[in-house]
């Protein structure tokens, strides 16, 4: 992911990137990896980066130190819940398990 300023952001994703078998990653998994990243970059335009932000423990604490807390985990649940609706192939989407940094 690179956001190069607060008002833009790109996403690049090799569809042609290997799996620990040699195969190529699925279309599912790709999509859920696009989404993720677009949480990512969602927050890096939104949340106050200043100092007194960076600094403050609780502030800090929105999205942790991996950027996967709570508010990171309830968008990203939020989001795939609405496309688990859109197709029966997609019930299966994204369900984060132990994405969150507790």
């Known amino acids: 992911m690179y956001c190069p300023d ?7 994703i090799d569809p ?3 799996d620990r078998d040699g195969l190529p990653y699925p279309l ?8 993720h990243e677009i949480v990512h970059c969602w927050f890096k335009a939104l949340i106050c980066r200043c100092e007194l932000c960076l600094t403050d423990r609780r502030r800090a604490a929105v999205l942790g130190p991996t ?13 795939a819940r609405v496309i688990r609706e859109w197709d029966p192939d997609l019930a299966a989407f994204y369900f984060q398990g132990d994405l ?3």
């Open 67 to 79: 950027q996967h807390q709570r508010l990171f985990s309830e968008l990203l649940d939020s989001i």
């Open 6 to 12: 607060e008002w833009a952001a790109t996403i690049s």
């Open 28 to 35: 599912h998994s790709l999509l859920e990896t696009l989404v």
């Open 16 to 18: 042609n990137n290997r």
């Open 100 to 102: 969150v940094d507790l």
